[in-house]
């Protein structure tokens, strides 16, 4: 661990994108299919990897553009529009963040992160449709304590919650990111609270979502591992709720949403990898040391592939007064205005994302310099 450390702590800091996790996938995928195939996949992994491994290329399509002044063509090939990829994924992350940003009420917000003991984690990967269920479990959590703080002002919570699959060593470790608002809304207006009681959140937490699972699971196979989480942890599951460490709204929003989207790890991570190694770095959550993993390709795609989603689960949740469905509807100042909102979402198209990151307009004619405009697009590969 030491000599690891020492040869890689300046590209530890540096952090520049030298390997891609798709150059890594182009090599082993294949192998790692045969060797591996006697293991039981989920259907969308081998879907979702095999898009990604043609992003970009004609195998997916592709756009074409003409200049209507001297017909000069443009070809363009499509992405894979996983969440999956690097490149698609971040598109589809800051599309997600905009949403988020359109609904919040320019007020102050708590972060709060609901999680789940080590026993508990393999349920969830063998079975994903229960990740839903800590969706509810985070939300029967707050909502109820909101009934029972405030039954008289009829307070309604606003919260919105993200899922994240993942740990930072790249073990699967699900857990719920909450943006909680500092206050209720009610039909007479808000109100602003300062104070939730965020260690009953654990026990509340820990109730409801055993229950849940219990219900699911049925009690002659989760009864015993029931009693036993209830003996072990006294004082609930883990509801980490720390003082904000961010100076405003959206430093909190960057940080929950960063890797919604994207591939379990930013690509700058990747230290070194040899043709059969990949090294990495991650920060160690409990104490912020610095650690370096030297792995096989095989564990590494390994590490990757269980956090592919599956088609249609929404990985973001939007509860009480941020429900379009609330019947509660009161003049509140908004985090951003609709003209905010559009030009964020003009900011990311294709065509913008590229004049700001090169420079460069794509669709300038290299011939007139006249604007091309779309002409058609051509799609064989089934999506």
């Not at 972060?111 to 349920?123: C, G």
């Amino acid at each position: 661990m030491t000599e690891l450390f020492e040869k890689y702590k300046d590209k530890v800091k540096n952090r520049k994108v030298k390997f891609h996790i798709k150059g890594i996938f182009n090599d082993w995928w294949d192998d790692y299919k045969i060797m591996f195939a006697d293991k039981p996949r989920r259907p969308i992994i081998y879907k979702v990897v095999d898009k990604f491994l043609k992003c970009k290329s004609f195998l997916l399509g592709y756009s074409l553009y003409k200049c209507t002044n001297c017909d000069e063509e443009k070809i363009v090939p499509n992405t894979c529009k996983t969440r999956f990829c690097p490149s698609c994924g971040n598109k589809y992350n800051e599309d997600r963040a905009i949403s988020i940003f359109s609904k919040l009420f320019k007020w102050s917000h708590r972060h709060v992160v609901f999680t789940i003991p080590e026993d508990l984690r393999i349920y969830f990967r063998n079975d994903r449709t229960l990740l839903k269920l800590l969706f509810d479990a985070a939300a029967i959590t707050i909502k109820s304590w909101f009934i029972n703080k405030y039954k008289k002002e009829k307070l309604k919570p606003a919260f919105i919650s993200v899922l994240h699959t993942y740990g930072r060593p790249l073990n699967f470790n699900p857990h719920i990111h909450m943006i909680l608002l500092a206050g209720g809304i009610s039909k007479t207006g808000f109100k602003n609270i300062d104070f939730f009681a965020y260690a009953s959140f654990r026990k509340r937490f820990m109730k409801v979502l055993l229950d849940l699972l219990e219900e699911k699971i049925g009690k002659d196979k989760f009864r015993k591992i029931k009693n036993d989480l209830y003996r072990r942890y006294p004082d609930g599951f883990y509801v980490y709720a720390p003082k904000s460490k961010f100076k405003s709204l959206k430093g909190l929003l960057t940080y929950v949403c960063r890797y919604l989207s994207r591939p379990v790890m930013a690509e700058s991570r990747i230290l070194d990898y040899d043709g059969k190694y990949v090294t990495f770095w991650y920060q160690r959550h409990e104490d912020d040391v610095v650690v370096i993993e030297k792995i096989h390709a095989y564990e590494f795609i390994k590490r990757l592939i269980i956090h592919i989603p599956e088609p249609n689960f929404r990985y973001i949740r939007f509860y009480g007064a941020y429900n379009n469905r609330t019947k509660i509807h009161i003049d509140v100042a908004k985090f951003m205005n609709e003209e905010q909102i559009k030009f964020k979402k003009s900011l990311n198209k294709w065509r913008c994302k590229i004049l700001i990151n090169f420079h460069v307009d794509p669709l300038i004619c290299p011939k007139c310099h006249e604007e091309m405009v779309y002409y058609s697009s051509y799609t064989w590969y089934w999506r």
